[in-house]
């Protein structure tokens, strides 16, 4: 079984512009989790989606947003790129999505903003 | 909210030796606790994962273990290896409602051969 596909696998901007990631979930997962990484402040939840609908939002400004697809892939998008959002940004899919399900992480993107 | 300690932020052990890491949490609504290993250029890979039902946990040279009165919980390896190192996240979360895990800092574990 594929694991969690994460695309692209390194994106530079520069600081301004907005980008798009793309998540395909493991086959028959129908929950994607989005994390931020950075050395700083570690792994940080960003949002989740189940079913199209986002249930749960971390804490981070409106500039960065997400959306699912019906078959269960998921993109996200950040807006107005500023330096600090420089950082690797996990995919991650489960089930359903329940508070206690395993949770697979891709590999990430490594998003550079200059 | 919930907030995750992790110490040490590093640790060093001779190959064959074993290594804890450490983890307390704050939210005692907080049931579901998973381990990851991240290697360079890789996402994290869950090792071991515990509930609050359960006090202790092995699979093979792996084991965590799990006070909640304490709100603390730990992982265990045990003979280990090169190839144990990585870095290592604990995590916690609650079973119920939709899925939101908040991690530790990290231990980044050096095996010595």
């Known amino acids: 079984k594929a694991g969690v596909t994460q695309t692209p696998r390194y994106l530079i901007k520069t600081r301004g512009q907005q980008v798009t990631l793309s998540c395909s979930p493991i086959?028959?997962?129908?929950?994607v989790s989005w994390y931020q990484q950075t050395p700083g402040q570690g792994l940080q939840f960003l949002f989740e989606?189940?079913?199209?609908?986002?249930?749960n939002k971390g804490n981070f400004p409106g500039r960065f947003s997400g959306r699912q697809f019906s078959n269960s892939r998921s993109e996200m998008n950040v807006s107005t790129l500023e330096l600090g959002d420089s950082a690797l940004y996990l995919c991650?899919?489960?089930?359903?999505?329940?508070?206690?399900?395993?949770?697979?992480f891709g590999s990430g993107t490594q998003l550079s903003v200059l | 909210g919930e907030n995750v300690e992790q110490h040490p932020s590093t640790l060093s052990v001779q190959e064959g030796d074993s290594a804890v890491i450490k983890c307390t949490y704050s939210?005692?609504?907080?049931?579901?606790f998973p381990w990851y290993k991240q290697e360079l250029g890789k996402g994290p890979q869950l090792i071991i994962d515990?509930?609050?039902?359960?006090g202790e946990k092995k699979d093979q040279r792996i084991a965590v273990t799990l006070n909640k009165t304490a709100k603390h919980f730990s992982l265990h390896i045990t003979e280990t290896q090169p190839e144990d190192s990585a870095v290592y996240f604990c995590?916690?979360?609650?079973?119920?409602?939709?899925?939101?895990?908040?991690f530790g800092q990290g231990t980044r574990l050096t095996i010595n051969p």
């Open positions: 991650a899919s489960s089930l359903t999505g329940q508070g206690a399900e395993k949770l697979f």
């Open positions: 086959s028959g997962h129908r929950s």
């Open positions: 989606y189940f079913s199209e609908t986002q249930r």
């Open positions: 939210d005692s609504a907080s049931n579901y």
């Open positions: 515990i509930r609050s039902n359960v």
């Open positions: 995590a916690a979360s609650m079973t119920k409602g939709a899925q939101k895990l908040v």
